[in-house]
């Protein structure tokens, strides 16, 4: 039976996250904390929230090296480089220090100034759903042809399922159905399609893999992992069977 073998939250829309022990699953909003900042793109127009909007993996590979913890009460939000911090605050007064600290980041990485401003809102893959699902053997199968493991982070996945005996793509067969994982039940809605972002190498921020050109070719879609809502709320812990 497949089982819970990872758990992760993304503070900031596009950049690395926190591994969990354990979270509760909340209906409407998925895991707390997850995706409810991002850095906007100084000069966008102002009532528009396309993912182009936003500094992340798409247009600033760079980021990809970036780690994010947050805690919730008060409210602190720590970036980290390959474990040298780079800046922690409190959210949402010291927000311009946070942003003038990855401003300079990227200035760094690209010689280019790039002003940002954090936003506090919801940020998800899709807006319609809220945790984002795989299991590693779908993961072992693209990892199969790409001839090189897949570093995980690449891919900031909420929840990772294994079981040694599973199928690939097993998650694809549960679109549209319920799905138990722990004390919380999610309705899987739609499969995960990938853009260029994790290409983005998590250690150094340079583009070193072609995930959406192998899922092409070589399975014949875009498309790693699904998406999912929370029909009723619940806890979820690492080792947690998915039923």
Request: hydrophobic share 40%; glycine share 8%; charged share 25%.
């Amino acid at each position: 039976m497949l089982k819970v073998v990872g758990l992760a939250r993304f503070p900031v829309k596009g950049l690395g996250g926190e591994t969990l022990e354990s979270t509760p699953v909340l209906a409407g909003l998925g895991f707390p904390g997850d995706r409810i900042f991002g850095f906007r793109l100084t000069g966008r127009p102002p009532l528009s929230e396309s993912k182009h909007d936003f500094a992340q993996g798409l247009n600033h590979p760079e980021l990809a090296c970036l780690r994010v913890r947050y805690r919730e009460s008060p409210p602190l939000l720590a970036i980290s480089s390959n474990k040298r911090l780079l800046a922690e605050i409190e959210v949402p007064a010291e927000a311009p220090r946070l942003e003038a600290a990855i401003t300079e980041f990227l200035r760094d990485k690209t010689g280019r100034i790039t002003p940002l401003q954090l936003l506090r809102g919801r940020y998800p893959d899709e807006p319609a759903a809220h945790v984002s699902i795989l299991t590693l053997a779908s993961l072992r199968a693209l990892e199969a042809k790409l001839g090189r493991p897949v570093e995980v982070a690449r891919l900031r996945m909420n929840l990772l399922l294994d079981d040694p005996g599973s199928a690939a793509w097993w998650e694809f067969e549960q679109v549209g159905r319920v799905i138990t994982i722990g004390t919380a039940r999610l309705r899987i809605e739609a499969r995960l399609p990938r853009c260029r972002a994790p290409d983005a190498n998590p250690t150094t921020g340079e583009r070193d893999l072609h995930l959406v050109r192998t899922l092409r070719t070589e399975f014949g879609h875009e498309d790693l992992g699904v998406l999912a809502t929370v029909v009723q709320d619940g806890h979820i812990t690492l080792g947690d069977e998915c039923r």
